[in-house]
């Protein structure tokens, strides 16, 4: 008994600690940004390198960003997934993929922006920008992706599936009707979970996507996140003030972001069951 | 539509599960697979709709001919639409009443229009309607365990099949639902061929029934239900019979 209400006290400690950093960690930066977040911080562009005016490009860069990698390693990564768990059997390939993934999972972020720069910059000679960036984003979330669908998949009942090809259902009709559908909320994590980790992500960005703080307008532009922002505003000591506001905004963004998806499935579950 | 297995066995692995199998299923004759735990009937029943081979590493020898033709020769969707299966545990889809019923015929491609139709006709048939006929857009995870195995058998006969295999179905049933499943099996038994593996002897005692003792992969004895659980021949049957073999 006593040893019960010992580890209970302690599985509750370190729930509360957990929520006492995170709070901590939103609490401060909301507290010293929100002052200066308003409509205009928003949506006007930066003057003086960022010290006066707003994040508008910013913000335009990290959504294009974000956009761009999750739109590529959605599909590929769910489709690799799908692969994965339902096409083939447990095997040495299969163990080999899945061990490259994990590897990638791993690989610091910073080599990311490296591979991505002798690649898609140099190489493919698409410089620093948008797609750059985006495609060397999608390269790093993808092991999250492709882990996080494969789980949720392999976690969906057998029997479904035993049902559905029972009942004459192809591999491909199953996947489609039953498995997908099912495995909907886990594929749905690791997606925003790629999304936070692309807007979020700076070392791989900078070198591949850029620091200029124009506004984008196509693909083949550069772009800086308000996550490089807020690290160059930081960092060089620019504006203390305004790299807060813009952490704030990208705290509440993928916030937004999370609720809504979570808004979304709630939704979608309470249509199923 | 006859079904003949010719000298079958199987295994997973290095394990053989079933050991020259001969068995003959007609209309008409329901067959009971009688054996216990661990005996080969559920492996039986999935190798008659090709089930049996998802589980990877398997091997067999011997036949199943369908109306004179190898299951192997044939799509295993298209076999399996012609050799539906209801499992142990009733496993109701994530989805509404309706479309739990429904997905099968709309895999086949059957149309919208016909889909109402097909969905109460099978309903019907399992002696569910009256009970869910108000609740079709209702999560069928909310059906009691009696309606869900119901539900299973209403969403096999809506792919029209020409055989129902039948895996221990009342096995997880309270004694009244059991009764049900029993009796409403009897009647569809009329219609069409109709194959139930089971542990216990108490539903293989329906008319017309034949039934095959399974031990450890091979069939010790088969015949006339009847004859069977009143005389068996081997001394295997009667221990099992008298709970002395489990």
Same mark, same amino acid.
Request: with cysteine; proline share 6%; glycine share 10%.
């Given at each position: 008994?006593?040893?019960?209400?010992?580890?209970?006290? @302690?599985?509750?400690?370190?729930?509360? =600690?957990?929520?006492? !950093?995170? &709070?901590? $960690?939103?609490?401060? +930066? *909301?507290?010293? %940004?929100?002052?200066?977040?308003?409509?205009?911080?928003?949506?006007?562009?930066?003057?003086?390198?960022?010290?006066?005016?707003?994040?508008?490009?910013?913000?335009?860069?990290?959504?294009?960003?974000?956009?761009?990698?999750?739109?590529?390693?959605?599909?590929?990564?769910?489709?690799?997934?799908?692969?994965?768990?339902?096409?083939?059997?447990?095997?040495?390939?299969?163990?080999?993929?899945?061990?490259?993934?994990?590897?990638?999972?791993?690989?610091?972020?910073? @080599?990311?922006?490296?591979?991505?720069? =002798?690649?898609?910059? !140099?190489? &493919?000679? $698409?410089?620093?920008? +948008? *797609?750059?960036? %985006?495609?060397?984003?999608?390269?790093?979330?993808?092991?999250?992706?492709?882990?996080?669908?494969?789980?949720?998949?392999?976690?969906?009942?057998?029997?479904?599936?035993?049902?559905?090809?029972?009942?004459?259902?192809?591999?491909?009709?199953?996947?489609?009707?039953?498995?997908?559908?099912?495995?909907?909320?886990?594929?749905?994590?690791?997606?925003?979970?790629?999304?936070?980790?692309?807007?979020?992500?700076?070392?791989?960005?900078?070198?591949?996507?850029?620091?200029?703080?124009?506004?984008?307008?196509? =693909?083949?532009?550069?772009?800086?996140?308000?996550?490089?922002?807020?690290?160059?505003?930081?960092?060089?000591?620019?504006?203390?003030?305004?790299?807060?506001?813009?952490?704030?905004?990208?705290?509440?963004?993928?916030?937004?972001?999370?609720?809504?998806?979570?808004?979304?499935?709630?939704?979608?579950?309470?249509?199923?069951? | 539509?006859?079904?003949?297995?010719?000298?079958?066995?199987?295994?997973?692995?290095?394990?053989?599960?079933?050991?020259?199998?001969?068995?003959?299923?007609?209309?008409?004759?329901?067959?009971?697979?009688?054996?216990?735990?661990?005996?080969?009937?559920?492996?039986?029943?999935?190798?008659?709709?090709?089930?049996?081979?998802?589980?990877?590493?398997?091997?067999?020898?011997?036949?199943?001919?369908?109306?004179?033709?190898?299951?192997?020769?044939?799509?295993?969707?298209?076999?399996?639409?012609?050799?539906?299966?209801?499992?142990?545990?009733?496993?109701?889809?994530?989805?509404?009443?309706?479309?739990?019923?429904?997905?099968?015929?709309?895999?086949?491609?059957?149309?919208?229009?016909?889909?109402?139709?097909?969905?109460?006709?099978?309903?019907?048939?399992?002696?569910?309607?009256?009970?869910?006929?108000?609740?079709?857009?209702?999560?069928?995870?909310?059906?009691?365990?009696?309606?869900?195995?119901?539900?299973?058998?209403?969403?096999?006969?809506?792919?029209?099949?020409?055989?129902?295999?039948?895996?221990?179905?009342?096995?997880?049933?309270?004694?009244?639902?059991?009764?049900?499943?029993?009796?409403?099996?009897?009647?569809?038994?009329?219609?069409?061929?109709?194959?139930?593996?089971?542990?216990?002897?108490?539903?293989?005692?329906?008319?017309?029934?034949?039934?095959?003792?399974?031990?450890?992969?091979?069939?010790?004895?088969?015949?006339?239900?009847?004859?069977?659980?009143?005389?068996?021949?081997?001394?295997?049957?009667?221990?099992?019979?008298?709970?002395?073999?489990?």
């Amino acid at each position: 008994m006593r040893g019960d209400r010992l580890a209970a006290v @302690l599985l509750w400690g370190a729930a509360l =600690l957990t929520l006492g !950093v995170l &709070l901590a $960690l939103v609490g401060h +930066v *909301l507290a010293r %940004g929100l002052p200066v977040v308003d409509r205009e911080f928003l949506m006007a562009r930066p003057s003086s390198m960022g010290r006066a005016g707003g994040i508008f490009p910013t913000v335009v860069g990290t959504v294009a960003l974000a956009a761009l990698a999750v739109a590529v390693a959605a599909p590929l990564g769910v489709g690799t997934a799908i692969y994965l768990a339902e096409y083939t059997r447990r095997g040495r390939l299969v163990e080999m993929i899945r061990f490259a993934t994990d590897s990638l999972a791993g690989v610091p972020s910073i @080599l990311f922006g490296l591979f991505g720069f =002798l690649l898609f910059v !140099v190489r &493919l000679g $698409l410089g620093w920008s +948008v *797609l750059s960036g %985006g495609l060397t984003l999608a390269v790093m979330i993808l092991p999250t992706i492709i882990r996080t669908a494969e789980e949720a998949i392999r976690a969906v009942p057998e029997s479904y599936r035993e049902v559905s090809y029972a009942l004459g259902g192809t591999t491909g009709q199953t996947v489609v009707r039953v498995v997908l559908p099912s495995a909907l909320p886990g594929i749905l994590t690791g997606i925003l979970l790629g999304v936070g980790r692309s807007a979020g992500e700076t070392a791989a960005v900078i070198f591949t996507a850029g620091t200029a703080l124009r506004l984008p307008r196509s =693909l083949l532009d550069p772009a800086r996140s308000m996550s490089v922002h807020f690290f160059i505003l930081a960092r060089e000591g620019i504006s203390p003030d305004n790299a807060y506001g813009t952490a704030a905004v990208l705290v509440l963004a993928i916030t937004a972001v999370n609720l809504t998806a979570y808004w979304l499935l709630q939704r979608f579950q309470a249509r199923r069951h | 539509m006859t079904i003949r297995v010719e000298d079958y066995s199987f295994w997973y692995g290095g394990l053989r599960a079933l050991s020259r199998v001969n068995l003959t299923i007609a209309p008409g004759e329901p067959l009971v697979v009688l054996g216990p735990a661990g005996s080969g009937k559920t492996t039986l029943l999935r190798c008659l709709n090709r089930l049996s081979e998802r589980a990877g590493d398997t091997r067999q020898a011997g036949r199943i001919l369908l109306d004179g033709e190898d299951i192997r020769d044939l799509d295993p969707p298209v076999l399996r639409r012609r050799v539906g299966m209801v499992f142990a545990l009733p496993t109701p889809l994530p989805l509404s009443v309706y479309e739990n019923v429904a997905y099968g015929p709309r895999l086949a491609g059957i149309g919208r229009h016909e889909l109402d139709a097909r969905v109460e006709w099978s309903l019907r048939a399992a002696a569910l309607w009256p009970e869910v006929e108000g609740r079709l857009g209702e999560p069928a995870g909310r059906l009691s365990g009696g309606q869900q195995q119901r539900l299973a058998i209403a969403r096999a006969l809506a792919v029209g099949p020409e055989v129902l295999l039948l895996d221990e179905p009342t096995a997880h049933l309270d004694p009244l639902s059991a009764r049900r499943i029993a009796e409403l099996l009897w009647d569809l038994s009329r219609q069409q061929a109709v194959v139930m593996a089971t542990h216990d002897p108490r539903p293989a005692t329906g008319p017309r029934a034949r039934v095959a003792f399974l031990y450890l992969g091979r069939v010790v004895e088969q015949g006339p239900a009847a004859e069977i659980l009143a005389r068996p021949r081997d001394s295997l049957t009667r221990d099992f019979l008298a709970g002395r073999v489990g």
